[in-house]
């Protein structure tokens, strides 16, 4: 029985693509393009102690010197770092110290030298060193270039033996708590501006102070004495500690960043930016703003939502633990809405743990324009000074008394008085900034950062608590890191130090070691696909070479930048009919070069999918439907592809053919095009068979679920059932190891026997038996009119035979039970169910629903009205042995019951006795009922039956009353005993009388008077004389 190919066409169109729309392909971990595991070798230097301090020298003729400070020791290095020379700078007092006796004075015990700044001159060929031994005193090193070699020509101690006192101490620069420095050169001096922290017994004598500015002296020999300073005050400087962490210049302004209390007595930490200027040495201008640094979640906007919990918390990371001033790229000026001339601060910054300065691990990094600070310190000095009436604090109580902004500051007076504006002042405004990484370096602890711009890129050089490097580029708040390279150093311990070497070199610290590092990365080889080593940015060099990313150099083959190959991973379905138009999907990475899923940018032409020796025709329309998302937060992605396999072709059946995607996208001026083929194997042609029907018959009125089953039914992508020719819908997806399809039978006009159908991808599979409709079920009545868990219904009607499997359900309040089966009928017009569960709340409760039968289909036609119960308990016989011994005379059973009276109005309740009715009573809480008339209890007894709605519990046994005999037997057994027992009484109290009466006379006997003087014996009863 055939069909013409044009039906064949339309049935193919009609097909329901029902593993198209469930199956998906597996996601691809955007982690694993990368491995951030790969080692690197890094050229380095061991010191040979833990790294205090390194300092870059370049020269305009070329020469570069590293210089790297450790305890008592400067190391001089080349730029590869080979060692050049060593400086020995302490123990100062010792003989090994090659320096210490430029200083004068005398060390009354060796004191080792830490040297705390390391620093370049601007202008000179200097470098200064300034170190914890000798109340913080600085050498100037001369530098020498020779045969382009960079060598310590001389070395001035800058300390006077004059002018220097416990008190008043010009030359006492560095603490020993930590000190921050910038050396700015003129004309005519250098000024070094200093930030220290102190506290009580750093200050007592030869105070550093905690913000000063001083000039090198022409003489080399110390600092001027006509310093300006400022110093926490004494009463705060046990319990107001100030962390200077950097500083930088740039313009006519040096700035520090510091981390301290919130405000004197506060244990709450935050971070401030302090601005000096470089034109006014008399810190008159010397301004304090607090630098915000937070994580804002997008579920602040949504504070309708606030009674959910917020994963995704605002975060305030309010201390400061590392800093650079740099140039940001193109972009991110763009995105910060600034030239990219403009200097910008970027800041890594963590949040602190409850009351401490100690980082949690939790980082941020926040970029804050120079431009925008400069303008957010003159407003807020205008508010200040200004013409405001709002009272404000000037600040900075602990350097200075506390005193009110003077306002209404007149400057068109003739004679203006600006006196407002030189004086030190904290400004009233918080600079706001949003975590650039949008919180996703939560788990890490950042400890030092470098900003460079390569092109129109900014790329974040970023140092951990752990011992790594990442490499990211800097997006305004993007939802993604576009990390470059996470690496680890090797060592362990927190990296830090970052500094630049002529652009194109980086230097970082970690324990006794120093690193050099290019800017544009470690390597490539971390990229683990073609495709994400050719997205990554272009100045990483970056190539594929052997399913390798390599940088052009590491490559002995073809090393390409243009184009990458496909790569599959799976394909959906894993098997198909012979002849069908299957759809198959695609699955894997680098199916197209462009992320944007329009067709016009993906032609069809340049694909070509095989599968075995059978083509398969792309779908362009499917592009859309198929695009992966992009790799954002999701941290996933995939690519599709959907192909329809050509009916006609050659192919054999069982044996695993490969599946075979070529794509030859044209080339692009700019970018990369995707050129290649990827195989993958396990695809199977094989030939379904539908072996049996199940069941066999349903009603006319359909609604049956007709089962099919064979073999590699499940094979395709697209199933169909029909039923005499009319659609037979499909009941739910199918899986690859389904043996069985089922499908809702449709309605008929006619009875008999109807041919079964199974479509496959347009194939057509015939079912080997038909399937009978029988005449459609008609219910009249269900009795009883109320029911229970368990109990038995009685559905009364025509043709209840025709369904396979009736059902009944329950539903009363909004509540529906779980549907139950209904036993085979024996016969056309009866049917036997038993009540579902329904959940009550309490054993009194009851409920008045709707009862459903369910026959096939008509899900709520058979509706009748149905009072519900909890199911009653009949509690059996409370005797020893659940037997019942009847008393003379008594005739009456009474069992006890638990909700049986209120289903004795709608339900047939008996009770039987031997197999004979006996008529109960229902009560509230018992069942009684006589013996029936003349029946005659044997001495076995007679079971005792409760039975409801013909549905019997045995209770127990009731046996007869004891007879006469039994009872004279009973009677003469309990007087013989009590006849024994008077008897042994009697017995014991006449012996005991006549032991009493014997006693009495021996008594006698021996109270008589001697009337001989004769010795006699006396012999007493009951005693032996051969004893006496």
Known sequence: ??????????????????????????????????????????????????????????????????????????????????????????????????????????????????????????????????????????????????????????TNCLYSAMGNSPMFCPDCVASPLGTSATVVATSYASFFYLGSTINSSVAAQYSPQSVSVRRVKGTLDGFSDDFQWLTVLPQYQDNYTIHYVHSFTDGDHVYFLTVQP??????????????????????????????????????????????????????AYNVLQAAHAARPGARLARDLGINDTDMV??????????????????????????????????????????????????????????????????????????????????????????????????????????????????????????????????????????????????????????????????????????????????????????????????????????????????????????????????????????RGRTRVTLCGMTFFSHLDPDPRHNPSSAYWVSVGQRGCTVLPEEFRGHRPLPTSRHKDFVDMLVCELEPRGPAVEGVPVNVVLTVKEPSRPFGFRVHGSATLGGFIFVEPHVNALHPLFGPQGGGTHLSLQGTHLSAGSSWRVTVNGSECPLAGPLSQN???????????????AARVVLWIDGEEFPAPLP????????????????????????ITGTHLDSVYRAKIRFEASGVKTKSTECEIPQTPGRLLCRSPTFPFESKVETATGNLSVLLDGDTDRWLFRLRYYPQPKVFPLEHEGRRLYLKPGDDEIEVHQLGLDAVATCMNITMMVGGQDCHPNVLKNEVTCRLPHKMRLSPAGAPVEICVNHVCEELGLVLPAATSLDLATSLALGIGVTFLVCCV???????????????????????????????????????DYREV
Not at 17 to 40: D, E, H, K, M
Not at 738 to 752: K, M, Y
Request: aromatic share 8%; with cysteine.
């Open 262 to 315: 919130e405000r004197p007595g506060s244990a709450t930490y935050h971070t401030r930016l302090a601005r000096l200027s470089t034109h006014e040495h008399d810190l008159r201008h010397y301004r304090e703003l607090v630098l915000d640094c937070r994580f804002e979640s997008k579920r602040r906007r949504r504070r309708r939502h606030a009674s959910e919990e917020d994963a995704e918390r605002d975060v």
């Open 738 to 752: 389904d043996g069985a399809i089922q499908c809702t039978v449709p309605t008929t006009s006619g009875l008999g």
């Open 345 to 578: 601060l970027f800041g890594a910054f963590a949040e602190s743990q409850l009351e401490s300065r100690v980082p949690r691990e939790d980082s941020a990094v926040c970029a804050f324009p120079l431009r925008f600070l400069n303008r957010a310190i003159e407003e807020g000095m205008e508010k200040c000074c200004g013409t405001g009436h709002q009272p404000l604090l000037r600040g900075l109580s602990y350097f200075q008394p506390v005193e009110y902004c003077p306002h209404n500051v007149n400057l068109s007076a003739p004679v203006a008085n600006t006196s407002c504006w030189d004086q030190p002042t904290l400004v009233p405004a918080a600079s706001h900034k949003v975590d650039l990484f949008n919180r996703q370096l939560a788990g890490v602890v950042l400890t030092s950062i470098f900003v460079t711009a390569l092109g129109d890129v900014t790329v974040a050089h970023m140092g951990t608590a752990e011992g790594r490097i990442f490499q990211m580029v800097l997006q305004r708040s993007s939802s993604y890191l576009l990390t470059l390279s996470n690496f680890s150093l090797g060592e362990p311990g927190p990296v830090r130090g970052a500094m630049e070497l002529q652009s194109n070199s980086l230097f970082f610290t970690t324990g006794t070691k120093v690193w050099r590092l290019n800017v544009t990365g470690p390597g490539c080889h971390h990229f683990s696909t073609c495709q994400r080593c050719l997205r990554t940015e272009r100045f990483m060099g970056c190539g594929w070479c052997r399913d390798r990313c390599t940088r052009r150099h590491e490559c002995s083959s073809r090393w390409v930048q243009d184009s990458c190959p496909p790569v599959l991973t799976d394909f959906h379905p894993q098997s198909a009919p012979l």
């Open 1 to 154: 029985m055939g069909l013409s190919c044009h039906v064949c066409f339309v049935l193919v169109l009609a097909l329901t693509p029902l593993g198209a729309n469930t199956w998906q392909c597996p996601r691809i971990p955007y982690s694993s393009t990368r491995n951030f595991s790969v080692p690197y070798v890094l050229p380095s230097l061991d010191a040979g102690s833990p790294v205090q301090n390194v300092a870059i020298f370049t020269d305009s003729a070329g020469p570069v010197a590293v210089f790297v400070a450790v305890r008592n020791r400067i190391l001089l290095a080349s730029p590869e770092l080979r060692l050049l020379s060593v400086l020995i700078t302490g123990p100062v007092g010792s003989t090994e110290c090659a320096i210490c006796h430029l200083c004068p004075g005398a060390v009354h015990s060796p004191e080792d030298m830490d040297n705390v700044l390391l620093l370049l001159d601007p202008l000179e060929p200097w470098l200064y060193s300034c170190g914890t031994a000798w109340h913080g005193l600085c050498y100037q090193h001369q530098l020498e270039v020779q045969d382009g070699v960079v060598s310590i020509k001389n």
């Open 771 to 794: 399937f009978q409709y029988r005449p459609s079920p008609f219910v009249l009545a269900i009795v009883p009119s109320c029911s229970y868990e368990g109990s038995m219904l009685t």
């Open 985 to 1023: 009484l009697a017995t014991m109290l006449l012996r005991w009388c006549w032991r009493k009466r014997r006693g009495t006379e021996n008594l006698e006997l021996l109270v008589q008077p001697v009337r001989s003087n004769t010795p006699a014996t006396t012999q007493h009863p009951g005693v």
